[in-house]
């Protein structure tokens, strides 16, 4: 447990002490709850889950991808694998740091939306939204990591989630409703994974309550977890590549 505990420290520490994490993650969601709330504050409430679910979205295809990268880049996993931590230990280490740093992102830009713009928050939401934003996070680190597992470095990394990310954000209701898409996008809407994330974690933070295909949503997150994560267990290594 000593071990387990020093290790997460240490991923901690990494993170933190990177300015680019304490921007993207601390900083910038504030920061674009602020410029949308300029522009659209009377969509406020519609948006703060879908801003909650974009950033979770980030952070677990570039974040927590290019955190992965930057650790075996700098042969941080070369060396972990030389001791005798259990893998399983740096796994859970790994996204425990990654959860609590997602969470604590989630968590401004929710305190960002009930002060400045009205934004409902009670008990019970806050009871249903988290485990709802811890899933997809869950489900967005896995998809991370088949991105972390094909790209070579850092940078690429970063470039290829942000394209997904980008592409996911103007589609999967998270800023745009579905019903102003085209027919033939709206098609398949339903099935990317950001889009189930953002109607649980919305009818939890709106309105208290599950929405009403929540099993539907939670069973077609699952999948994608499931299926990511065997594919960047396959994927994953523990030096750069050549």
Known sequence: MKRFLILTKSLALIQLRNGAVLFWN??????????????????MKYMT????????????????STMMLELREKSILRRLQATT??????????????????TIQ???ILIVGAVFYEVPVSATSLLLVY????????TFMSLGGIISGVAPKAGTATAVGMTIYFLLMFISDM????????DNVKEFVPYLP??????????????ATLDEKWVTYLLLLAAYGVVATLIASRLFRWEPKA
């Open 26 to 43: 601390f900083a910038f969601p504030v920061l674009l709850m602020l410029i949308y709330g300029v522009v659209m504050s009377q969509y």
């Open 49 to 64: 889950p879908g801003v909650i679910v974009l950033n979770a979205l980030s952070f677990g295809l570039v974040g927590s």
């Open 85 to 102: 931590l259990p893998a399983w230990q740096l796994i859970t280490s790994y996204l425990l740091v990654n959860i609590v740093i997602g």
């Open 106 to 108: 989630s968590t401004l």
């Open 131 to 138: 485990p709802m934003i811890i899933i997809s996070l869950l």
């Open 175 to 182: 800023v745009f409703p579905v019903s102003s898409l085209p």
């Open 194 to 207: 950001a889009y189930p994330a953002v109607q649980l974690v919305r009818s939890a933070m709106i309105d």
